[in-house]
């Protein structure tokens, strides 16, 4: 059955990095956009980052850039979230989707907890 599934979450002290893994099962990561959300508690759902699958391109919020980046690789088939200089507001359930035109795939989430 397809699905996405994610890995890398962690508890770390400010400062610390963590990547962040999404394995899709059933599909190719290069048929779609791969993108990373955050969930925290009583909050909405936030966008984080994405990857065009047409083009390669990432886009990354404003308040993750130059701390976090995606990636993607094809061997592997897999999509990355890395991230560097976590914050405690960094802290949540990080989410791994994939998209296209037909299909939307959602993962359970792993979460990071950052905190001293």
């Known amino acids: 059955q397809e699905r996405l599934v994610e890995s890398g979450g962690g508890s770390v002290r400010p400062g610390a990095s963590l990547r962040l893994s999404c394995i899709p099962w059933?599909?190719?990561?290069?048929?779609?956009?791969m993108t990373w959300f955050r969930q925290v508690p009583g909050k909405e759902r936030e966008f984080v980052a994405t990857i065009n699958r047409f083009n390669g391109h990432p886009n990354v919020s404003d308040s993750v850039k130059d701390r976090f980046f995606i990636s993607e690789d094809h061997d592997t088939n897999a999509a990355y979230l890395q991230m560097y200089d976590l914050r405690p507001e960094d802290t949540a359930l990080y989410i791994c989707?994939?998209?296209?035109?037909?299909?939307?795939?959602w993962g359970q989430g792993t979460r990071v907890t950052v905190s001293s």
């Open positions: 059933g599909f190719n990561v290069d048929q779609y956009d």
């Open positions: 989707s994939a998209r296209n035109d037909e299909k939307t795939y």
